[in-house]
């Protein structure tokens, strides 16, 4: 199996793996992709190198591990041959000729922040709202509902997509559709910016454009999610971003 590692801080998994006699490959040649970092990392290995294989680690330069989940450990499960497979499927949205995948969520926003953006709604062919005024409207999957989509609406889900509205002027619902939902959207002033996942090249829309948001079929391969999504670590990472903000104890 070729194995390669991507990351800021690559270097440093890199040498637990040659530790170990394992020679690394680029990552357009691998067979399994160590994403080495956090969620953004992730995600951008997704777009980079798809249809690979992929396990991620998080960075503890970033953020702490939980004493069973520390990177070696981790390599131990993968050798091993122990982790668990996910497959994850993705969004896609169709603008014109574009197609636009995302594995966490698709959002359209508007581009001049002073002024909100205008759009029409429709769920499986049926219009849902002649207009809603807001900053934006967005679309994630089971994966990406603790993201951005748990920002703006407090809440998650395990099933299905969800569609969300980002400040909007009218009381309007965010609600959570089935897998088999298709969400158009059509710019009724602009202009908007769409957005994939961490990707930062947005897709402009203007007025009169409209797009298709639906859940593909396609589907990444993960190794190991139950490990990176551990609930020990993320309570460690919570604690440590919010040790910033302590204030400070004076004697």
């Not at 989940?69 to 041959?81: N, S």
């Not at 574009?98 to 909100?116: E, Q, V, Y």
């Not at 049926?126 to 993201?147: M, N």
């Not at 002033?189 to 090249?201: I, K, L, S």
Request: net charge negative; proline share 5%.
């Amino acid at each position: 199996m070729k194995l390669a590692v991507v990351g800021q801080n690559a270097g440093k998994l890199a040498e637990l793996l040659e530790a170990r006699g394992v020679h690394l490959c680029e990552p357009a040649c691998a067979d399994l992709l160590i994403p080495y970092g956090g969620d953004g990392t992730m995600l951008g290995a997704e777009r980079e190198y798809p249809g690979i294989r992929k396990f991620p680690i998080r960075d503890e330069e970033t953020a702490p591990l939980c004493p069973k989940h520390k990177p070696a450990l981790q390599l131990d499960e993968l050798f091993a041959g122990r982790l668990k497979i996910s497959r994850i499927r993705r969004l896609e949205a169709r603008f014109g000729t574009d197609l636009i995948r995302g594995m966490n969520d698709i959002f359209i926003h508007n581009k001049n922040n002073a002024s909100a953006l205008r759009y029409k709604i429709w769920i499986d062919g049926e219009l849902y709202s002649h207009e809603i005024v807001g900053d934006g409207v967005g679309v994630a999957t089971v994966h990406g509902s603790t993201a951005y989509f748990r920002s703006i609406t407090h809440s998650v889900f395990r099933t299905g997509i969800g569609l969300a509205f980002s400040n909007s002027t009218e009381l309007v619902n965010h609600m959570i559709l089935p897998e088999t939902s298709e969400i158009r959207v059509k710019i009724n002033r602009g202009p908007g910016e769409m957005v994939a996942d961490n990707y930062t090249h947005p897709v402009l829309m203007q007025v009169g454009d409209e797009c298709v948001i639906r859940l593909s079929e396609d589907a990444a391969e993960f190794l190991g999610m139950d490990v990176f999504m551990c609930p020990e670590c993320r309570h460690l990472r919570h604690e440590y971003r919010h040790s910033f903000f302590e204030p400070e104890v004076r004697a």
